[in-house]
């Protein structure tokens, strides 16, 4: 089945620094969503990208889906901004009816 | 608030109780999932309902019982439990069920969680 993998698994930055989140994946996709897990748990929903960019705030989102690769970017990071930031996709030949998530990013902002 | 709702927050329970834990969405969607995470470990897909209808079950021990009894409504129904089963439980729903023809637009919003301890 296809692999989603998340890169750096930890990130920790300063308030203020930007960062990029990675997520490979080893196969052809229709959809690729990312969220941010907050502390409390919840999942919130951050992109819908299958492909192209997006950007919402100081929070924007590249999908290359020929390359199979997605990259989120976290531009002046806030304390807010912790949490653990997950990349989500269906792939093309889904067998399962479900979405496939990678491990995820754990992000820790220092005021 | 992501239109789906998650009572109750927080819940602890004794191996021999039986408890229920509830989820609802009010978003439309002809899908809605369980998922399972436990400390520092990735989400686990545990139940997938299309229509009322169970079309997945990712090998999850028969002390966990869901139940949907409409598109809105998720139940997940427990009963002895074990402490390993402390855990982060998750509600989804999506337009509906992933793969297939009809896969653009289609995307998933979790409810808030119900974080299960069992002693």
């Known amino acids: 089945g296809i692999q989603v993998e998340q890169s750096p698994p930890d990130l920790i930055l300063q308030e203020g620094a930007n960062s990029t989140l990675r997520c490979n994946f080893s196969?052809?996709?229709?959809?690729l969503q990312w969220f941010h897990q907050n502390p409390w748990g919840q999942l919130i929903n951050l992109f819908y990208i299958p492909s192209g960019t997006k950007q919402n705030g100081r929070l924007s989102a590249t999908t290359v889906a020929t390359e199979r690769y997605s990259l989120l970017y976290i531009s002046s990071s806030q304390t807010t901004d912790s949490g653990v930031y997950f990349c989500a996709v269906d792939p093309i030949y889904n067998q399962g009816g479900k979405l496939i998530f990678g491990q995820g990013t754990e992000l820790s902002v220092k005021p | 608030e992501t239109g789906v709702t998650q009572t109750p927050r927080h819940l602890v329970m004794g191996m021999t109780n039986k408890k229920s834990l509830k989820c609802e969405q009010h978003?439309?969607?002809?899908?809605m999932y369980w998922y399972k995470q436990s400390a520092k470990k990735p989400l686990e897909l545990m139940f997938v309902y299309n229509f009322k209808e169970q079309t997945e079950n990712n090998s999850v021990p028969s002390r966990f019982s869901p139940e949907c009894p409409n598109s809105s409504h998720l139940f997940l129904h427990l009963h002895t439990l074990q402490p390993e089963d402390s855990a982060l439980y998750l509600c989804?729903?999506?337009?509906?069920?992933?793969?297939?023809?009809?896969?653009?637009?289609?995307?998933?919003?979790f409810g808030e969680g119900s974080w299960l301890t069992v002693v």
């Open positions: 989804a729903s999506s337009p509906r069920t992933f793969g297939g023809q009809l896969t653009s637009g289609n995307t998933i919003y």
């Open positions: 196969d052809s996709v229709n959809n």
């Open positions: 978003l439309g969607h002809n899908a």
